[in-house]
């Protein structure tokens, strides 16, 4: 079973991954994990606290001459930005010190006043530090360790930007291969195929920030390589779309997910929704389409798995919607925190880390053992069962 938690806040020392049920064996490349950390923080739209942050993976525990132990795998990102928050605590409030503060006015859509009411604080910011997305980037790194153990094995996860907001991309650039998603320019300042849109979305952010607002969008997960088998249908929570869709509805702002043709599915008649299955000499069993999003009856089929997830926009917003003080019940705004206007193609990153994380625990729990070696043996059986059928 591979299992992996996250400790840390935003604003203290630093983030904690632990990793625990990699094989030992598996090489570990920490430029491979700093890379994925920094696509994270690439964006348009994103905000001042991108400019601070340099992350960088410190690994603790669990492997040694770059090779996994088999034992858990720990590893911390520092906060570069710690230092800023202890030298201004206590101080008199400035622009950029500000967030420092205590927090009484919960904001609308965060997890400030619910979360404040279940553990029965009286400072918000107990609960907006951890609750912050900061904690995604221990997520990525947690992820970046899952897709070397995937890579191994020729399954590859890759991310695009669909839609910012109202603008989206077009029809000729929704259902793009993997390999055209894993060619897009890692600069691109929001990892959208369609160039023209990616230009009417910078425009749209830029609206938004001039308005103190702040905008959603879509993105879309796409993992190839994935042999038919990974889940199962014989109990309901093991299901892959199950997991699958609670890692992506557990990212922040997420509000919704769909796999393969998803939502369009609901009104189409079943002859233009599933996937018919042909046989060639060159190849067993295959599809000419994947509506399914290469997965049928809780277990992936071999082709593609495509998910797209819908974020809302940060609630942090510039110009604050109303709320209510928590001490002396008065009208006020949403405290004004500093955070970004747009982070959907983060957010495009952490789910890839989250696909990845979910696929490598299905993967392990079909092939695993305690030595690559192990997996590797039982990876080409079955690809000879595949073969011969």
Known sequence: MLRFMTAGESHGKGLIGILEGLPAGLGVDEDFIDRELGRRQLGYGRGG???IERDRIEILSGVRHAETLGSPLSFLI???????WTSAMGAAPIAEGADRREVTRPRPGHADLAGVLKYRRGDVRDVLERASARETAARVAGGAFARLLLDRYGIRIGSHVLAVGPERVGPEFEQLPLERILRLDPASPLRAADGEAEGRMKAAIDRARGGGDT?????????????????????WDLRLDGWIAQAMLSIPSAKACEIGCG???ARTPGSGVHDAIYSGADKAFFRRTNRAGGIEGGMSNGEEIRVRVFFKPIPTLGRPLASVDIRSREASEGALERSDVCAVPAAGVVA??????????????????????????RWAEYGRHLGSV
């Open 49 to 51: 606290r991108m400019k």
């Open 215 to 235: 905008l959603g969008g879509t993105v879309e997960v796409v993992a190839g390589g994935v042999p038919p088998g990974l889940g199962t249908h014989i109990q």
């Open 263 to 265: 939502l369009e599915s």
């Open 352 to 377: 890839e880390a989250m696909l990845g994380l979910v696929l490598a625990r299905a993967f392990l729990e079909k092939f695993g053992g305690d030595a690559v070696a192990e997996i590797d043996a």
């Open 78 to 84: 520092a906060n570069r930005d710690w230092e800023n």
